[in-house]
C-alpha cells in the first residue's frame, strides 16, 4: 500500500466558485486564473471545472502550450508579456494574447514578423510598482504600440495592491481612469478581491469590473480577504483538498513532550496520533501548535513541530480514532466536514496561495467530478 496521503481536486467546486464569480460581475468577462500551475492544483486536472471560463490567463509560455494542447481555442492572455523576442512566435502560432508592459516588448513587436497581427493588454502601473508603464509615459507607449503593423488590438489592463484591505481600489482606479480616458480599447482591473468585493455601488461596482475580470484565488475556493471574510462567506468552495490517515498513536503521560526540539509538553495524559503528512508534502514547516485539522471530521489540533514526513494531533476531542482513521490537513473532509485552507494559512503566518502552490509532486492526486455522468 502506498503512503496514505492523497489530494483531490474537486471539479464540482471549481464550477460552482467560477459561477459564484461571474453572478458578481455579471457584465464582465471572467479570465480564469491558471498560472503556477493553476496555483497547484494541476492545468490539467482543472481545466474541466474552469473551462466555462471566457479565456485562461498565466505567465509561462509551456503553461499555454499546454491549454491549448488541452484543446482550448478561446482567448489565452500571458499576464507578464514575453520575455525574450522569440516567444512571439510562439504568440503568433498558438494566437496568444500578451501583455505589453515595458519599452523592450514594444521594441520586440516591431521587430516581429507575423502574418497574424496581435491583441495585447497594455499594462499600467497604477500604483503596485512592479510591472507597467508609469501614468505619464501611459499614452506614449500606447501610440507606439497603436501605430504597429504588429498589433491589432490594444486592451488596457493593472492590478490592485491594496484590494483586499482599508487602502482598497479607489485610488489606483481613478490613476487608472486618467491614464486611459477616451482611449478605445476594453478594460481589466479585478483580481479576486476586487471582483467580490467591488465599488460603492452597482454602478460603481459595473466599472471597477469594466469588460474582464481576472480572479484566481477565489475560483480555487479561498478567500482573498482572510481573516475579515471567510471562504464560506463569500459561497466559495474548496477545489483542494489534502487528506492523509493515521498511522501510529502515541500515549503521553503529564511531562512528556513530542517531535522535535519537545517544544509541546502534555499537562496531562493525552493521546496524540500521528499523521503520514509532512513539510516535504507541502504542508507548512512554521504551523504551530495548536494549527487546526480534522481527524475523522472532528476538528482539533496539531501538536509540536511538524517533520519531514509527519506530524502529530491532538486526539483528546477524537477518542474513537485509531490508526488508518481519516485526517483532512484542508479542504471538505468525511460527512460534510470542510477545514478551509485559509484557517491553516492562518494558523502558519501565511495565505492560502502559497500552501496550494506549495503542493510536493510525490503527493498523489486525483480529480473527483461529482457532477461528471459516467459515459454510455
Ligand atoms: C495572479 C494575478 C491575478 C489573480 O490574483 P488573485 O489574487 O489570485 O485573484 C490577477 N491579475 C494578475 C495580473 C495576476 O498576476
Not at 59 to 81: N, Y
Not at 348 to 363: D, F, I, S, W
Request: hydrophobic letters at 40%.
Amino acid at each position: 500500500m502506498p503512503r496514505p496521503i492523497q489530494a483531490t481536486i474537486h471539479t464540482g467546486a471549481l464550477r460552482r466558485n467560477l459561477a459564484r464569480l461571474r453572478a458578481a460581475a455579471p457584465g464582465a468577462r471572467v479570465w480564469a486564473i491558471v498560472k503556477a500551475n493553476a496555483y497547484g492544483h494541476g492545468i490539467e486536472r482543472a481545466y474541466e471545472g474552469l473551462r466555462g471560463a471566457d479565456g485562461f490567463a498565466l505567465l509561462d509560455l509551456a503553461e499555454a502550450e499546454r491549454i491549448r494542447a488541452l484543446g482550448w481555442r478561446g482567448p489565452v492572455l500571458l499576464l507578464e508579456g514575453v520575455f525574450e523576442p522569440r516567444d512571439l512566435e510562439l504568440c503568433s502560432r498558438l494566437n496568444l494574447w500578451h501583455a505589453v508592459h515595458c519599452d523592450e516588448q514594444i521594441d520586440w513587436l516591431a521587430m516581429h514578423k507575423t502574418h497574424q497581427p496581435h491583441r495585447v493588454f497594455l499594462k499600467l502601473n497604477s500604483g503596485m510598482n512592479r510591472l507597467g508603464f508609469a501614468p505619464q509615459r501611459y499614452r506614449a507607449a500606447h501610440a507606439r504600440l497603436a501605430a504597429l503593423p504588429q498589433v491589432e488590438e490594444i486592451s488596457h489592463m493593472t492590478h490592485f495592491s491594496d484590494a483586499d484591505g482599508p487602502r482598497g481600489t479607489a485610488a489606483q482606479r481613478a490613476v487608472f481612469d486618467r491614464a486611459t480616458s477616451g482611449l478605445p480599447g476594453e478594460r481589466s482591473l479585478c483580481n479576486s478581491a476586487a471582483t467580490l468585493r467591488g465599488g460603492t455601488d452597482e454602478a460603481d461596482t459595473r466599472a471597477l469590473h469594466a469588460d474582464w475580470v481576472r480572479p484566481g484565488i477565489a475560483s480555487y475556493g479561498s478567500a482573498p480577504d482572510f481573516p475579515e471574510h471567510s471562504a464560506a462567506h463569500w459561497g466559495l468552495r474548496p477545489a483542494m483538498t489534502l487528506a492523509s490517515r493515521l498511522i501510529g498513536i502515541t500515549h503521553m503521560a503529564a511531562g512528556d513532550s513530542i517531535g522535535y526540539g519537545s517544544t509541546f509538553t502534555a499537562e496531562q495524559p493525552m493521546r496524540a496520533g500521528i499523521v503520514a503528512c509532512g513539510y516535504a508534502d507541502g504542508y507548512p514547516r512554521h504551523a504551530p501548535t495548536g494549527t487546526p485539522v480534522l481527524v475523522d471530521g472532528v476538528r482539533t489540533r496539531t501538536l509540536g513541530r511538524i517533520s519531514m514526513d509527519m506530524l502529530a494531533v491532538d486526539l483528546t476531542p477524537v477518542p474513537a480514532a485509531a490508526v488508518g482513521t481519516p485526517v483532512t490537513l484542508w479542504g471538505q473532509g468525511p460527512n460534510g466536514s470542510c477545514l478551509p485552507i485559509d484557517d491553516v494559512a492562518h494558523a502558519a503566518g501565511t495565505v492560502g496561495y502559497e500552501l496550494m502552490c506549495a503542493l510536493a509532486p510525490r503527493v498523489p492526486v486525483t480529480v473527483e467530478d461529482a457532477e461528471a455522468r459516467p459515459s454510455a
